[in-house]
């Protein structure tokens, strides 16, 4: 029964490496989003998508980047890990235009990400 | 701007009931949600209002007043595993939701 999967819940990676996040959906949601979630400073948006090829920049964008391809697949990627980066990433689905009944975000089950 | 306040941390007794708040200030409103998120895990979803009142879903129950910018979360005969951070989400005019910092509670024996 799992509908956002990311592809690992954890990651240790090296100052410098270039890190890819994948994240898939089979909810054929066309919003996707990614945050990170860093002890009090809740959920901060990476970058989020609303269609496939498309792609806009949330909050802390700096040192990301992003891809989506097709309408399943969104990955986060690391151009230049850095130990600032060290954090729980997640990734979420939602439908395109909300509407009544709105249930929101799925959520993937994470990624703990560490950068040595 | 935009911003959603809750409390940081709580404590509650097991059996107890417990609220929650979250007041919110957002460019139009869309809906609120509450989710619940343990430790190392992802946030998994609770309730949603759109409409102001009462939301009952067993234990848990959600209100909204959308003039005062309020809402909050009711959690009745508590148990240990209830113990989690609550987060209040609101969407605005966007497809982006507006989250909270999340409220930390503990339920203790």
């Known amino acids: 029964d799992v509908k956002v999967t990311q592809s690992s819940r954890y990651l240790v990676k090296r100052t410098g490496e270039k890190v890819f996040l994948e994240c898939v959906q089979d909810?054929?949601?066309?919003?996707m989003f990614w945050y990170r979630q860093d002890p009090g400073l809740g959920l901060r948006l990476i970058y989020f998508?609303?269609?496939?090829?498309?792609?806009e920049k949330g909050d802390i964008p700096e040192g990301y980047s992003v891809s989506r391809e097709k309408k399943e697949r969104f990955s986060l990627i690391l151009e230049s890990a850095s130990t600032n980066q060290t954090s729980m990433y997640l990734c979420?689905?939602?439908?395109?235009?909300?509407?009544?009944?709105?249930?929101?975000?799925?959520f993937g089950s994470g990624t703990r990400l560490t950068v040595v | 701007g935009q911003n959603i306040d809750q409390p940081t941390e709580m404590t509650a007794t097991e059996g107890a009931i417990v609220q929650i708040n979250c007041t919110y200030q957002?460019?139009?409103?869309?809906?609120l949600f509450w989710y619940q998120q343990h430790a190392g895990e992802a946030p998994t979803f609770l309730s949603y209002n759109v409409l102001d009142g009462l939301e009952e879903k067993g234990r848990f129950s959600s209100f909204l007043s959308r003039s005062k910018g309020y809402s909050y979360l009711l959690l009745k005969e508590l148990q240990m595993k209830d113990s989690a951070s609550y987060l209040c989400a609101v969407q605005g005019n966007n497809r982006k939701l507006i989250w909270g910092l999340g409220t930390s509670l503990a339920v203790n024996p």
């Open positions: 909810m054929d949601h066309e919003n």
């Open positions: 998508s609303y269609d496939v090829k498309m792609k």
């Open positions: 957002t460019s139009g409103f869309n809906g």
């Open positions: 979420a689905s939602s439908l395109k235009g909300g509407g009544f009944p709105n249930y929101g975000y799925t």
